[in-house]
């Protein structure tokens, strides 16, 4: 699958695996074929946050898995949350260091906060992450080029959420039903004290309608994406 690039112009996207030898441990999950069943990818961004053990237990409970898109700060104030997310079978992605804005800064700082997530992810997991999820979702031919460079596609989100705006538990639920579609990829936050006390009815929900609840990796599997691509193709971006 080829990049796609309209300009050298940022595009602010709104809607658009644990030490080695826990790794080895970890339990077999059945594959799910997502284009056999309905799947949906619930993703978290800025973690692990603290309520990420709450969320962790919701998503054992009901045999679910997402995708926790990290900042390397946080893997290494809470690196228990972080051997936990790999333990347990969900995926993590670099999401930066510290979160800024990568169209604004140079690329050697971008390779840096990429670098140093990749590095303490591998410390406190073992597990290096595949996917890369630019903050705020914004990138730049630069930016993808050294994604490139880390052997890593950008991924963004299909719709999101909204619960960094409106910390409101029926709100949040209200918007992630209303995106919840076959191979949505849905934007949220582990941070957001109201996203995780919404999880085990929106996750009851979801799965009573039919969905299962897979890893990026999972649900984008047959998109063939290289390393720089970014996926789902943000609206204005050319061919």
């Given at each position: 699958m080829s990049r796609y690039f309209a300009s050298l112009l940022a595009i602010a996207v709104i809607a658009v695996t644990l030490t080695p030898g826990a790794a080895s441990a970890a339990p077999k999950e059945k594959e799910v074929d997502c284009t056999q069943v309905k799947c949906i990818a619930l993703t978290f961004d800025d973690g692990p946050g603290k309520y990420a053990g709450e969320l962790l237990d919701t998503l054992k409970k009901h045999n679910a898995k997402a995708t926790f898109f990290l900042e390397g700060q946080y893997v290494k104030s809470r690196p228990a949350f972080a051997k936990r997310m790999a333990v347990e079978g969900h995926e993590l992605g670099n999401h930066s260091y510290s979160h800024p804005n990568f169209t604004t800064i140079g690329p050697a700082a971008i390779r840096s906060e990429i670098q140093k997530t990749q590095d303490i992810?591998?410390?406190?997991?073992?597990?290096?992450?595949?996917?890369?999820?630019?903050?705020?979702?914004?990138?730049?031919?630069?930016?993808?080029?050294?994604?490139?460079?880390?052997?890593?596609?950008?991924?963004?989100?299909?719709?999101?959420?909204?619960?960094?705006?409106?910390?409101?538990?029926?709100?949040?639920?209200?918007?992630?039903?209303?995106?919840?579609?076959?191979?949505?990829?849905?934007?949220?936050?582990?941070?957001?004290?109201?996203?995780?006390?919404?999880?085990?009815?929106?996750?009851?929900?979801?799965?009573?309608?039919?969905?299962?609840?897979?890893?990026?990796?999972?649900?984008?599997?047959?998109?063939?994406?290289?390393?720089?691509?970014?996926?789902?193709?943000?609206?204005g971006w050319e061919k």
């Open positions: 992810v591998k410390q406190v997991t073992g597990v290096e992450p595949k996917l890369l999820r630019p903050p705020y979702g914004m990138a730049d031919l630069q930016v993808s080029d050294i994604a490139a460079e880390f052997g890593m596609p950008m991924i963004l989100w299909t719709g999101g959420s909204r619960d960094w705006e409106s910390k409101n538990e029926e709100a949040i639920k209200k918007q992630t039903l209303a995106v919840a579609k076959q191979g949505s990829i849905v934007l949220m936050h582990d941070w957001v004290k109201q996203t995780v006390d919404s999880m085990p009815s929106l996750i009851k929900t979801l799965q009573n309608k039919g969905y299962h609840l897979v890893t990026v990796s999972e649900l984008i599997k047959d998109q063939k994406l290289e390393p720089g691509d970014i996926f789902p193709v943000p609206e």
